[in-house]
C-alpha cells in the first residue's frame, strides 16, 4: 500500500512558467511534510517543508500549498529555471521524530 | 558545511558475495537511515538507527543488516548480494526532533553479478 503518491509521474514546463507537483497521502496521522529535490548524481536534498497547521509556506520561488481535508498537498515553482530541472520527492511522517515516508518520485524537466 | 560520506559511488561485485557499504557523517546525529533507489520506486527504507548501538528494520529490510558501533558511522551490510540487490543506495542522517529534515550522502552504485 503506497502512503504517499505523486502526480504527475514527470513533468515538461517551459522556462518562465509554473511547474506544480502534487501528493496525496493517506495516513491522516502524517504532521509534517517536506520536499525533497535531487539532481543527478546527487543525494537528495530538503527544500522546503510544511506542518498542517498552515495552509501555505512559500520560500523564494518556491511554495507548498496544504489542503488537510483533501488529504493533499503540492509544490508549486513559479517562474521555472533550467536550473530547477531535477527530480521531486514528496514525503511525509508522524511527528518530527518519525521516519519518513517518501512519494515515488517525479522528474521535472525546463526547457530553456 | 554538514557532510555524509558514503565509502564508494561505484561498486560490482558478484553474486554470493558479503558487501559492506560504510556511511559517515560529521553533524553528530543521532539518527541515521539506509535507503535504496530504484527508477519508478521511489527511495525505500532498509534500516535506521536512533542510536549507537540500536537499529530498526525500514520498509524492506530482507537480505540486509546494519551495524552502529559509533555515532557518527552506519554500515549496510549484504550478507549474500544477489542480483535484485543492484540499486542505488543512499544513506542520510537528522537531528532529533527535526528528523524530517535529513542529510543525504551521494550514493552507492551497486552492481551485483
Known amino acids: 500500500q503506497q502512503q504517499v503518491k505523486q502526480s504527475p509521474q514527470s513533468l515538461i514546463v517551459q522556462k518562465g512558467g509554473i511547474s506544480i507537483i502534487n501528493c496525496a497521502y493517506e495516513n491522516t496521522a502524517f504532521d509534517y511534510f517536506p520536499w525533497y529535490q535531487q539532481f543527478p548524481g546527487k543525494g537528495p536534498a530538503l527544500l522546503i517543508a510544511i506542518r498542517p497547521d498552515v495552509s501555505e509556506k512559500k520560500e523564494g520561488r518556491f511554495t507548498i500549498s496544504f489542503n488537510k481535508s483533501a488529504k493533499q498537498f503540492s509544490l508549486h515553482i513559479m517562474d521555472s529555471q533550467p536550473g530547477d530541472s531535477a527530480t521531486y520527492f514528496c514525503?511525509?511522517?508522524?511527528?518530527?521524530?518519525?521516519?519518513?515516508?517518501f512519494g515515488k518520485g517525479i522528474t521535472l524537466s525546463v526547457r530553456p | 558545511d554538514v557532510k555524509v560520506t558514503q565509502s564508494s559511488r561505484y561498486l560490482v561485485k558478484r553474486t554470493g558475495e558479503k558487501v559492506f557499504l560504510e556511511c559517515v557523517q560529521d553533524?553528530?546525529?543521532?539518527?541515521m537511515f539506509w535507503y535504496r533507489q530504484d527508477p519508478g520506486l521511489g527511495l525505500r527504507l532498509i534500516y535506521f538507527?536512533?542510536?549507537?548501538?540500536?537499529?530498526e528494520k525500514g520498509d524492506i529490510p530482507e537480505g540486509y543488516s546494519v551495524s552502529r558501533e559509533k555515532k557518527e558511522r552506519f554500515s549496510l551490510i549484504l550478507e549474500s548480494a544477489s542480483t535484485n540487490q543492484t540499486s542505488m543506495y543512499l544513506c542520510?542522517?537528522?537531528?532529533?526532533?527535526?528528523?524530517?529534515?535529513?542529510?543525504f550522502g551521494p550514493g552507492t552504485r551497486l552492481t551485483v553479478t
Open positions: 542520510a542522517s537528522s537531528s532529533t526532533p527535526r528528523n524530517y529534515e535529513q542529510y
Open positions: 553533524m553528530d546525529h543521532e539518527n
Open positions: 538507527s536512533y542510536d549507537v548501538k540500536m537499529k
Open positions: 514525503a511525509a511522517s508522524r511527528g518530527a521524530n518519525s521516519k519518513l515516508t
